[in-house]
């Protein structure tokens, strides 16, 4: 049994200026994908999609337990209006939550106190709050620890995300970003450009220029944030604005884009066998 809790690599790579790159599963979650990924060594974290996907408690554990033979911080993705959904999800060992649409700084709030414990002796800068104790679950390798390191490290190494999806929540993400124990603010180009009326156009210029709004409202509170950045120039644009927590796509994307790649072939062989037929001779 491991003797020590490991920091969160993701959060580490951010608090020292780095960039993390993220992967997404959700359609396709399942234990020998998240190795799959893993292997890849191309991402440094795995976000699972359980706002959109009904993935249970027990199979995000066995996704977690999976991660954890890899460098690989793993994100849940979830609509955090549950206490009990919060603290069960984080029981799961993942390294962080990524709420989605989260409306106010008041939301924010029950969020942080949901996810933090009470830890009578916090170090500086340790935010607090009333998450309920087990202590004997994966996130703590099942009791192995001293309660109170326990509750330090949870406190200080789950990434707390939240998720500027809508136009209410963009005039309330400085605020939002503000609160204590909000680690950093998510953009959601897709969510946003479905609430203004331009349903997948993550380029039009008013998702253009959200994007903008919430990375200053990230950077006049000192938190990181990140986006979908779909393609090369979405990605450099949103490196140029300071984002640090950037996902790609992930299994959807790969599917697609291998099913296409895959059906080349076939279009080779195709004309080949076209080439190679006997031709029909019209008078």
Same mark, same amino acid.
């Given at each position: 049994m491991s003797n020590q809790l490991h920091p969160n690599?993701?959060?580490?790579?951010?608090?020292?200026?780095?960039?993390?790159?993220?992967?997404?599963?959700?359609?396709?979650?399942?234990?020998?994908?998240?190795?799959?990924?893993?292997h890849s060594r191309l991402f440094d974290a795995i976000w699972f999609d359980l706002e959109h996907f009904d993935i249970p408690t027990q199979e995000l554990?066995?996704?977690?337990?999976?991660?954890?033979?890899h460098p690989l911080t793993t994100i849940a993705r979830i609509k955090a209006s549950d206490y009990q959904v919060v603290m069960r999800t984080l029981e799961t060992g993942v390294g962080g939550l990524m709420c989605s649409m989260v409306a106010d700084a008041a939301e924010a709030q029950r969020i942080v106190s949901w996810s933090k414990f009470n830890n009578p002796q916090p170090v500086a800068g340790e935010i607090i709050g009333?998450?309920?104790?087990?202590?004997?679950?994966?996130?703590?390798?099942?009791?192995?620890?001293?309660?109170?390191?326990?509750?330090r490290h949870q406190n200080?190494? =789950?990434?707390? !995300?939240?998720?500027?999806?809508?136009?209410?929540?963009?005039?309330? &993400? $400085?605020?939002? @970003?503000?609160?204590?124990?909000?680690d950093g603010l998510f953009f959601g180009p897709g969510d946003y450009s479905t609430s203004i009326g331009v349903p997948g156009q993550i380029a039009h210029l008013s998702v253009r220029s959200a994007m903008e709004k919430v990375a200053h409202a990230a950077r006049a509170?000192?938190?990181?944030?990140?986006?979908?950045?779909?393609?090369?120039?979405?990605?450099?644009?949103?490196?140029?604005?300071?984002?640090?927590?950037?996902?790609?796509?992930?299994?959807?994307?790969?599917? =697609?884009?291998? !099913?296409?790649?895959?059906?080349?072939?076939?279009?080779?062989?195709? &004309? $080949?066998?076209? @080439?190679?037929?006997p031709k029909v001779r019209y008078p």
């Open positions: 690599r993701a959060l580490a790579k951010i608090r020292s200026g780095g960039v993390v790159s993220v992967y997404v599963t959700g359609n396709f979650a399942s234990p020998r994908h998240v190795d799959f990924v893993g554990a066995t996704l977690n337990l999976v991660a954890k033979a009333q998450r309920g104790w087990n202590g004997g679950n994966i996130d703590s390798s099942y009791a192995a620890f001293p309660a109170i390191e326990y509750m200080t190494q =789950t990434m707390i !995300l939240c998720q500027i999806e809508h136009e209410q929540a963009l005039t309330e &993400a $400085a605020e939002i @970003a503000a609160v204590p124990g909000v509170a000192g938190k990181f944030w990140g986006t979908v950045a779909v393609g090369p120039e979405m990605y450099a644009d949103a490196i140029g604005l300071g984002a640090q927590f950037l996902c790609p796509g992930g299994d959807l994307k790969v599917m =697609t884009f291998g !099913l296409r790649e895959l059906a080349k072939t076939l279009v080779v062989k195709r &004309a $080949a066998a076209v @080439a190679d037929s």
